[in-house]
């Protein structure tokens, strides 16, 4: 009973955490804020140590799809573009280290992750500015002048990453927590009155037996 018990609150926290990520997800994007720092890139790394990848990469894709929109409604910018291609699959592989991320988790590596993740979104991206964009000569000076045009960006990127990484993974374990000192102290009580239950219809059970036998 209290496995099912366990098991019914994490799964109803998982939901409310996804709702809750999705919508701080699209507002982060569209609402104003300073450059390259949303919640995007920290939240497909959560998203991916809390849920299975296709789930966690479908509910990434739609995020960034509907942000999209709303940037297009509300700013004029273009819903896709060739650069969609490098924006998508660069939050789609942090996606995918978010399993990693959970399995040796812990507040002394959580740095490095999203150091590694923010710097190869970083890279990556940026190899997608150079190669569509048409800003730059399509060769190696121009690849180095890109990535030395785009060295700010990597700095307000680690700086938003940190600060919403912070706040996903600490608000999650935070609630964690608070739930498993709620069961500690709620067990107790449920294991008393399920006994009392069980042994009230023990009680009936034979007091009906017994008359049956008289009769």
Known sequence: MNEQF????????????????????????????????????????????????????????????????LLSFFYGYPIFGFW???????????????KALLRHFSWVTFPLWIICTSLFYWIWTNFGVWLSSGMYHINFEGLCSCYIAAVPFLWSSLVGDFIWGTVFFGAYNTVCWYNRCNQERVFPYIRAGSRFVLCYRGLRSNGTDSKDSHQ
């Open 6 to 69: 366990g098991t019914l609150q994490k799964n109803n926290l998982k939901a409310v955490v996804v709702i809750v990520c999705v919508v701080i997800g699209i507002f982060g994007r569209v609402l104003p804020h300073f450059p390259n720092i949303t919640p995007t890139m920290s939240l497909s790394l959560f998203m991916g140590s809390m849920l299975r990848r296709v789930m966690a990469c479908f509910i990434l894709i739609a995020t960034l799809v509907i942000s999209d929109i």
């Open 84 to 98: 969609t291609f490098f924006v998508y699959s660069g939050f789609i592989v942090t996606t995918f280290c978010g």
